[in-house]
C-alpha cells in the first residue's frame, strides 16, 4: 500500500453492566479506554456498543448522557477534535430499539477523513 496509514483502534463492547451500575463501573471502563487511547495512539477510534442504557433500559438509559459527557470532556481525547456518536435510545419504538451504539473518534493530526 503506498502513502501514509491511520493507525486504526476498533472496539466492540458489550456495556450493559456499566449503566446499571455506573458510580461504580463508568471510572474504571473509561481507565481501560483511555489507557488504551494513551499507550495506542490510533488517529481514528471507532466504538460499537451493545446493551448501550443497560439491560434494564427504562431505568438505566438516564445515564448515557453522562457517560458520553464524561467521555467527550475527558483529557484523553482533547487531541481528537472530530467525533461521531450515534446511539439509539429510543426505547419506547420497541420494533425497532436496538440498544446498540456507534462512537467514532479522529485525532488532529489525520488530515483527511
Same mark, same amino acid.
Given at each position: /500500500? ?6 486504526? /483502534? ?5 456495556v450493559?453492566?456499566?449503566?446499571? @451500575?455506573?458510580?461504580? $463501573? ?8 483511555? +489507557?488504551?487511547? &494513551?499507550? &495506542? ?16 433500559? @427504562?431505568?438505566?438509559? &438516564?445515564?448515557?448522557? +453522562?457517560?458520553?459527557?464524561?467521555? *467527550?470532556?475527558?483529557e @484523553? *481525547? ?10 439509539? @435510545?429510543?426505547?419506547t ?6 440498544? *446498540?451504539?456507534? $462512537? ?5 493530526? =489525520?488530515?483527511? =477523513?
Open positions: /500500500m503506498e502513502g501514509d496509514c491511520t493507525k486504526t /483502534m476498533l472496539i466492540t463492547a458489550n450493559g453492566s456499566i449503566f446499571e @451500575e455506573p458510580d461504580a $463501573m463508568f471510572a474504571p471502563w473509561l481507565k481501560a479506554f483511555f +489507557q488504551c487511547i &494513551q499507550t &495506542q495512539k490510533p488517529g481514528f477510534v471507532a466504538i460499537h456498543c451493545q446493551e448501550v442504557g443497560g439491560k434494564n433500559y @427504562e431505568a438505566s438509559m &438516564q445515564h448515557v448522557n +453522562q457517560f458520553i459527557k464524561t467521555l *467527550l470532556s475527558c @484523553e *481525547l482533547h487531541k481528537y477534535d472530530r467525533a461521531r456518536i450515534f446511539l439509539d @435510545e429510543d426505547y419504538a420497541s420494533d425497532k430499539f436496538t440498544a *446498540l451504539g456507534n $462512537m467514532y473518534f479522529i485525532h488532529e493530526d =489525520v488530515p483527511d =477523513v
